[in-house]
Each structure stands twice: as structure tokens, then as C-alpha cells.
């Protein structure tokens, strides 16, 4: 089974929790479209995890780009990597945490992903004419900080069905943390082919609402779990 989740945000325990209830195991993959750090109180411990995991594959987010200028501004004013090293751990609040190979790691996180059935960015794509733009030929910038893609009538025609975060979904719903699928026209609104649907709203502002949410690319059922 393929599952895709957005905006972890260093949950490390409602990240678990959630890959206990959906008893992911080694058949299945999960593509997390950005924002595995900060927020949460566990980035680097989350990080850890996942990049462990053989069946994961992550994207970079906003809350990684942005650690990653703040780090090449490091490299370019230093050459003592401890010293860089510890101002990049002071960076979260579990750093103590985090070693070259884990910097290593975010530092080479793609900025999308695609596969035979959908997109995966964090923020959305350039929608041009009522069509996607590749993800190839969209900026970094764009892929990570995109705030039109999200509105409800930004509905691309044709191409694969994108995944995204970056922007939580109580501002469409008013202050609820639901996933939001957008069917395409003349598609069933409860459809279980992710054919059907032009676009999936991941982010349920955890931080916040308390709430992790991930779908089934399979079978487009969402599973969640929220703070006790």
C-alpha cells in the first residue's frame, strides 16, 4: 500500500502512532511531501526515522529550504565545521541530535516527486491555461512557498493527481483539520481511483490542531490521529 502524509512538523510520537494505525510495514511506501522539522519537539529525532527507513521517501519543504540557506550562509562565513555544526544544532530544539549525516540527508531531499500515478510537492505547482506546469520547470521557490495552488478553484485539467501541504486546510474549512479532495469535473466525489482527483490537501496544521492525517493512494482512505 502507498500512502502519502505532509507537514509532520517533528511529531515524532503521532507519526508513530499513525504508522501503528495504519500497520505500515516493509511492503508499503510513504511519500512525505515536506516540512518534517520544526514546530514539533522531535525534528531531528523524526528526520532520523524516516531517514532510516528504506520505504520512505521524503521531499523538502519551506521549514527545509529555509534551514538549508540558513546553513550554506554558515558554510560561506566559516570553515570550522564544528562551529557550524553547533550553530545548526541550536537550531532545533532537539539538536543536540543532529550530525553531519542527518545535514547530509535534508541537503539532498528532492524538491518533488513523481510517479505513474501522481505528483508530490509540498507547496503546489504553476497552473498555466487550466494546466499543470511540469514540476521540472518550476522553481525551487515555488515548489516550496506556492500559496495559489491551494485556493478551490485552482482545479488543473488533466495530468496526474498532485499531493500537497504547506498551507493548512482549515483555511478552506473553516477550522476543521479534514484532508480535502478535489474530484475532477464529471468524477465521482467519493471516488476510490486517485485518477479521479486533480488534487489532495494534506496539511492539518499539527502544531496546532493536534492532528496527523495520512491518505491511501490506493484506496483514497484518509487515517488519523490526533493528541490524547
Known amino acids: ?6 507537514d509532520i512538523h517533528g511529531h515524532y510520537e503521532l507519526f508513530c502512532r499513525l504508522m501503528d494505525k495504519i500497520s505500515f510495514g516493509s511492503g508499503d511506501k510513504l511519500y512525505v511531501a515536506g516540512d ?6 522531535d525534528s531531528i529525532r523524526l528526520t532520523k526515522l524516516l531517514y532510516s527507513m528504506p520505504e520512505v521517501e521524503c521531499i523538502a519543504g519551506n521549514h527545509e529550504y529555509d534551514f538549508l540557506r540558513y546553513f550554506h550562509s554558515l558554510m560561506r562565513e566559516s570553515d570550522d565545521y564544528d562551529l557550524v ?5 541550536a537550531y532545533f530544539s532537539d539538536g543536540n541530535l543532529l550530525d553531519w549525516d542527518i545535514v547530509d540527508y535534508l541537503e539532498n531531499l528532492p524538491y518533488y516527486i513523481e510517479t505513474d500515478k501522481f505528483i508530490c510537492v509540498h507547496a503546489g505547482l504553476p497552473v498555466k491555461d487550466g494546466l499543470l506546469c511540469p514540476p521540472e520547470s518550476a522553481k525551487e521557490h515555488t515548489l516550496v512557498y506556492d500559496r495559489v ?3 478551490p478553484d485552482v482545479l488543473p485539467e488533466g495530468g496526474k493527481c498532485v499531493f ?5 486546510t482549515w ?3 473553516g477550522g476543521k483539520p479534514e484532508i480535502l479532495f478535489y474530484p ?5 466525489s467519493r471516488s476510490t ?9 494534506l496539511d492539518l496544521d499539527t502544531a496546532l490542531s493536534g492532528v496527523l492525517g495520512c491518505v491511501s493512494v490506493d484506496t483514497c482512505e484518509c487515517f488519523y490521529v490526533s493528541r490524547k
Not at 500500500?1 to 505532509?6: A, H, Q, R, T, V
Not at 518534517?36 to 519537539?41: A, D, L, N, S, T
Open 85 to 89: 555544526l553547533g550553530k545548526l544544532q
Open 149 to 151: 495552488f491551494k485556493e
Open 184 to 188: 475532477r469535473p464529471c468524477s465521482y
Open 164 to 168: 500537497f501541504g504547506h498551507t493548512p
Open 1 to 6: 500500500m502507498d500512502y502519502c502524509i505532509s
Open 36 to 41: 518534517i522539522v520544526e514546530k514539533g519537539p
Open 193 to 201: 481511483d486517485i485518477s479521479d482527483y486533480c488534487k489532495v490537501h
Open 171 to 173: 483555511y478552506i474549512t
